[in-house]
């Protein structure tokens, strides 16, 4: 029988331990978000939202539709792309970030506490 490596024995190879990928998901203080959508006419697929100064994040629109999961995916790309150039959390709201692919609208006033979905 052939000598086949196994995983299990492998040495392990050490994997530096980094900071954060992206903004922090917590908001101090109000937020404004912003919805998403395929086209400037087209259905709600989420929101991106932001307190403006650490945290940014994304909310699934509800109901939840097949579209969502590569826009979320999207946007975690242009948050982790900004966060490592060093831009404010307000940046996120920045229409010309998502555009061509899609379009965000202008974004909502101000919510005190944590970023909500909206009600349906």
Do not use: C
């Not at 903004?23 to 929101?47: V, W």
């Not at 650490?54 to 999207?74: I, K, N, Q």
């Not at 959390?89 to 965000?104: F, R, S």
């Amino acid at each position: 029988m052939p000598d086949v490596p196994n995983r299990l024995s492998e040495p392990l190879a050490a994997v530096p331990a980094g900071g954060a990928q992206t903004y922090s998901h917590k908001a101090k203080g109000p937020t404004r978000r912003a919805a998403l959508r395929d086209s400037a006419d087209g259905p709600i697929l989420g929101y991106v939202w932001s307190d403006g100064r650490e945290a940014a994040g994304w909310l699934d629109a509800t109901p939840r539709r097949p579209e969502t999961s590569r826009a979320a995916a999207f946007v975690w790309r242009v948050h982790r792309h900004l966060f490592e150039q060093g831009r404010p959390a307000a940046e996120v709201l920045n229409p010309e970030h998502y555009a061509p692919m899609y379009h965000l609208d202008p974004p909502a006033e101000p919510s005190s506490g944590r970023a909500r979905r909206p009600r349906a």
